[in-house]
């Protein structure tokens, strides 16, 4: 399974940007999707996540109110609505997909996931 991000660019402090991030090849299941991010010389840090069964969604503090994630059930593409963009939101993003089944980790934890994306870039200027 190859999971394909897209939508990252650069933008100004206060714009939006809507991620995707969707499987190619095989049809596959996946018990949860999520979105991490990476700044330069910094380590991956959680945003948000979905799961497929319930839509229960997580975010990250530092996200909340301005970041909303969704997905299409047809095609197991997820979104991610950026608005209100910071120059602390520059960063590589990640989208990711958690298997069915159960899991030491928590959606919150990169290793709750096992497919990830090639990684989009968003920078925001100030």
């Known amino acids: 399974v190859q999971l394909q991000a897209s939508g990252g660019g650069t933008v100004r402090t206060g714009d939006s940007l809507r991620l995707s991030c969707a499987p190619s090849?095989?049809?596959?299941?996946?018990?949860?999707s999520g979105w991490f991010r990476q700044a330069e010389g910094k380590g991956r840090e959680f945003v948000a996540s979905?799961?497929?069964?319930?839509?229960?969604?997580l975010y990250a503090d530092s996200v909340k109110g301005r970041f909303t994630i969704s997905k299409v059930d047809a095609n197991n593409t997820v979104f991610l609505e950026m608005k209100s963009l910071r120059p602390e939101d520059t960063a590589v993003y990640y989208c990711?997909?958690?298997?069915?089944?159960?899991?030491?980790?928590?959606?919150?934890?990169?290793?709750?996931?096992?497919?990830w994306g090639q990684g989009t870039q968003v920078t925001v200027s100030s």
């Open positions: 979905i799961t497929w069964g319930t839509a229960r969604e």
């Open positions: 090849g095989r049809t596959f299941i996946s018990a949860a």
């Open positions: 990711a997909a958690a298997p069915v089944g159960p899991s030491y980790y928590s959606e919150y934890e990169p290793k709750r996931f096992r497919w």
